[in-house]
């Protein structure tokens, strides 16, 4: 019902953040609403960033995406979930995975002309943004990828170091070797 209600409104509000105000204020008011509404704006955010992106607001469209995945791992977190977890994980992997797309795309765009220094942070935030999506569907084949365009650029970067930190820390994440990292990245290329 929030669900359908926030559609009709997002008429008269525009802005997804409007939107996304509105039924966090909703659900903050009713406690049996919380869930739907943090998978509302979850669903809301997400696509805004589409909306963000296809505009070249890519800046606006990765935070979007952030505050979606963050909304949607709420939604996850409740017990009365208002739709399947399958669902829910399903689209939070997908803001995950954009968000992490639009930082690689960012340090890419930027590492030969401003040097990996530059770049650093959206490619921590990639790697970040990747392994949360694995984290949620481990056999997300554009999370996959993802990370190993992100271990690519460090290595084009000729940041030796910071290719073996960034094995090292998915790794520790995962609970399982390098090389099995190694070869199911080399796996989704």
Not at 142 to 156: E, I, M, R, S, T
Request: proline share 4%; hydrophobic share 45%; with cysteine.
């Amino acid at each position: 019902e929030l669900h359908e209600f926030a559609r009709f409104e997002g008429f008269r509000l525009g802005e997804p953040e409007a939107l996304v105000a509105f039924v966090q204020q909703v659900g903050a008011g009713t406690p049996e609403a919380r869930a739907e509404a943090a998978a509302t704006a979850g669903s809301i955010l997400e696509d805004g960033a589409l909306i963000a992106e296809s505009e070249g607001r890519a800046e606006d469209a990765a935070r979007l995406s952030e505050r979606g995945a963050e909304a949607l791992a709420r939604a996850l977190a409740a017990d009365d979930a208002p739709t399947s977890r399958m669902e829910l994980a399903a689209r939070r992997g997908r803001c995950l995975v954009q968000a992490g797309r639009l930082h690689l795309s960012r340090a890419l765009e930027q590492l030969p002309l401003a040097g990996l220094d530059s770049v650093r942070a959206d490619l921590a935030a990639a790697e970040r943004l990747y392994g949360d999506a694995l984290e949620q569907q481990p056999d997300d084949p554009k999370a996959h990828a993802g990370l190993a365009q992100a271990a690519d650029a460090w290595y084009q970067a000729g940041d030796l170091p910071g290719v073996r930190d960034a094995f090292g820390r998915l790794a520790r994440r995962f609970k399982v070797s390098a090389l099995v990292i190694l070869r199911r990245i080399h796996d989704a290329d």
